[in-house]
């Protein structure tokens, strides 16, 4: 009981000896600005985002994305968390993510209702991208994520990100089930890779993309050149 009082009382962060009286309880005046104070967090946390479920299909980790300062960004606590969520699942090796590819990530989940985010591979340590046959990749420096989201159609959310997302890469994977962005290019970048889970590159000869004949992008422009760093 001692114990309890003692994780209760005011002097929580204290311990007193059994049989000697507890601390006094300090007495605070409770005004109309106290009790707004002590609001002010719960205020602040819903006038944030709605936080993102994230699961990466590899490890299994879970993580809740949310931005978490005033100007709608990430704090760094929820980029360290982020850091270790996609960590290099070969190597278990970390790597700071790059905050645009957060946001990307977040948005595009939140364009779908908040869609859960299943991430296939996020960062890629140096030696296991050039086991995989691209040495440059961008998943090696922490700015490309392959994921889907949960109920939506791989072309959905492919055009969305080509249409939305100014100086990115996009890569279609109908086969291995995923759709790769990565940010921080001169000139956007779209391909499309045939290859199935864990296979080879295998790039589709055509563009555009397979499918109903769309209005075209034109704020993107395609660099057909631009898009060997990259390897799914
Ligand atoms: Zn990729």
């Known amino acids: 009981m001692i114990m309890l009082l003692g ?6 962060t204290g311990v007193w000896a059994a049989g000697r009286p507890p ?28 936080p ?16 978490d300062t005033r100007q709608g960004g990430f704090s760094a606590a929820q980029m360290r968390q982020l850091m270790n969520f996609l960590r290099c699942h070969h190597t ?6 790059d905050a645009r590819l957060a946001h990307i990530l977040y948005t595009a989940a939140r364009h779908y209702q908040g869609a859960k985010i299943y991430v296939i591979s996020g960062y890629r340590a140096p030696q296991v991208a050039r086991e995989k046959g691209n040495p440059n990749s961008p998943h090696r420096r922490g700015v490309a994520c392959d994921f889907r989201l949960e109920g939506v159609p791989l072309e959905s959310l492919r055009d969305y990100l080509r249409r939305t997302f100014p100086y990115t890469g996009v890569g279609y994977y109908p ?7 990565d940010v921080g290019r001169r000139h956007s970048a779209y391909w499309v ?8 590159a295998r790039y589709a000869a055509t563009q555009p ?7 075209p992008l034109p704020q993107l ?7 060997s760093p990259h390897d799914g």
């Open 23 to 50: 601390p006094r309880r300090a007495r605070v005046p409770v005004t109309v600005p106290a009790l707004l104070a002590r609001a002010q967090p719960l205020r602040d946390r819903r006038l944030l985002p709605p």
């Open 175 to 181: 086969n291995a089930g995923f759709v790769h962005v």
């Open 52 to 67: 993102v479920q994230m699961e990466h299909v590899n490890t299994h980790a879970r993580l809740l994305l949310r931005p």
């Open 221 to 227: 422009e395609e660099v057909p050149t631009d898009r």
């Open 7 to 12: 994780l209760l009382g005011p002097g929580a």
């Open 209 to 215: 993309p397979p499918g109903p004949q769309r209005d």
């Open 193 to 200: 890779d045939l290859s199935g889970p864990g296979e080879r």
């Open 92 to 97: 278990q090796k970390r790597w700071p993510i």
